[in-house]
């Protein structure tokens, strides 16, 4: 997923921006591979899996949403 997410910057961001997109992207990557397995260890020890499921959720849904506004930002069509 990582190789994927960077080819899709590559392609879609402007050469002068993309360092700075894959840096973001770096970023998010190594915060989420240290804080999320330690968060979900933690709170799989007071609950079922299922809630962890649960949690996800909202986090799934905010990602398509700002997903449909950075694609759209990478990609030069900004609304006046």
Same mark, same amino acid.
């Given at each position: +997923?990582?190789?994927?997410?960077?080819?899709?910057?590559?392609?879609?961001?402007?050469?002068?921006?993309?360092?700075?997109?894959?840096?973001?992207?770096?970023? +998010?990557? #190594? !915060?989420?591979?240290?804080?999320?397995?330690? #968060?979900?260890?933690?709170? +799989?020890?007071?609950?079922?899996?299922?809630? $962890?499921?649960?949690?996800?959720?909202?986090?799934?849904? #905010?990602?398509?949403?700002? !997903?449909?506004? $950075?694609?759209?930002?990478?990609?030069?069509?900004?609304?006046?």
């Amino acid at each position: +997923m990582l190789a994927l997410s960077q080819t899709l910057v590559a392609d879609t961001a402007p050469l002068s921006g993309r360092e700075k997109y894959l840096g973001l992207l770096a970023m +998010m990557w #190594a !915060l989420s591979s240290v804080s999320w397995p330690v #968060a979900g260890g933690a709170f +799989m020890q007071e609950v079922s899996w299922r809630w $962890v499921f649960y949690l996800s959720l909202p986090f799934y849904g #905010a990602g398509f949403v700002l !997903l449909s506004f $950075v694609s759209r930002f990478v990609s030069g069509e900004r609304r006046g």
